[in-house]
């Protein structure tokens, strides 16, 4: 469900109320009369929220999940055991329909008050705010914080004890933990890229998570990090984030890692504790990487990396490997010569 400190909910909804809105039919043995309360991601939800199915490795998922309703295809339909079903045929869109009739307006940012800090908003002891800065409605800043110039901090947006917060810097939908250091130019809690491809065009999933960030976290200049789209991203404890790095929403990023400049992490990656990632990496979505791994520069990382895996390349296969073969291609080409 998400957050209600930084999203206004609308509903509830009957099944037969959503399915006339979205153009969806319902099963036959959907409970036209079902009150949904709110959307909800299949791991998580309750019998009042309703998810979307699309994807078949997600079926045992669905077959423990507790939602009583779910926006799926008339093919899909056979894998779904118990919960009621609305039929369409493109779910994700379908859903992306239904979250935003549940949350038609997603507060943003503290920019449009008239005061530079809300007037509720809850500063601890010694807490230092440059000229410039704005503080969102219901913010809360731990003791011995430092807001630099400009930076923006949004509604209900947490920040912990002793955190440096750079220059020309915006928080959103976050809730930041004790001693993190934030460099200029950050962007946390943004939009997700999150979009629907069809034929009248790319239709936007509203992104309704938040950005989660643990102590000891440091995060290097002009870094983006997007909130979640149903869930959360989140940044674990004493993890180091080098400067333009891209982490998409839904990444979890474990303990202690180090991200190094330039990396992209795509959307729902899962990044272990103890994780090394060298500079200009990309890891496509849904990715896992154990604990301990380490990625070198410039490689491309499409599979899931086992825990302590060294990898190297395009696509990623162990660093060993990579140089085998490119000892091999290197006496190939001398030979030509």
């Given at each position: ?130 000229p410039g800065a704005v503080v969102g409605a219901g913010a809360v800043i731990g003791p011995g914080t430092r807001i630099g110039a400009n930076a923006v901090i949004g509604p209900s947006v947490i920040i912990g004890d002793n955190c440096h917060i750079g220059a020309n810097t915006t928080l959103a939908f976050c809730l930041v933990g ?76 474990g303990a202690h890692c180090l991200i190094v400049s330039q990396a992209g992490l795509a959307g729902s990656c899962k990044i272990g504790d103890g994780v090394i990632i060298g500079g200009q990496v990309g890891v496509t979505a849904h990715v896992r990487v154990g604990e301990g791994a380490q990625i070198a520069g410039k490689t491309g ?37």
């Open positions: 469900m998400p957050d209600p400190r930084f999203y206004t909910r609308a509903g509830p909804f009957k099944l037969a109320d959503l399915a006339g809105r979205i153009g969806a039919r319902l099963a036959p043995s959907a409970d036209a009369a079902l009150d949904i309360r709110d959307i909800g991601n299949i791991d998580g939800a309750s019998k009042h929220e309703i998810v979307y199915f699309s994807d078949p490795a997600f079926g045992i998922a669905l077959a423990n999940s507790n939602c009583g309703a779910c926006v799926t295809t008339e093919q899909l339909s056979t894998h779904v055991p118990k919960c009621s079903v609305l039929l369409v045929d493109d779910p994700r869109a379908a859903f992306a329909e239904i979250a935003t009739l549940f949350y038609p307006a997603p507060y943003s940012s503290a920019q449009g008050q008239s005061e530079r800090i809300a007037l509720d908003a809850k500063l601890g002891k010694d807490v230092c705010i440059a004790n001693n993190v250091v934030v460099h200029p130019g950050v962007q946390i809690g943004q939009d997700g890229f999150g979009f629907v491809p069809g034929k009248a065009g790319h239709k936007k999933v509203p992104q309704l998570g938040r950005v989660i960030i643990h102590d000891n976290v440091e995060i290097g200049a002009n870094t983006t990090i997007d909130r979640g789209a149903i869930g959360d991203t989140v940044i674990g404890t004493g993890t180091k984030i080098d400067n333009l790095v891209q982490i998409a929403h839904n990444v979890v990023v990382v499409m599979r899931d990396i086992g825990p302590g895996e060294v990898v190297m390349g395009y696509p990623a296969k162990p660093i060993r490997e990579f140089w085998r073969d490119f000892a091999a291609l290197s006496r190939l080409t001398k030979r030509d010569k």
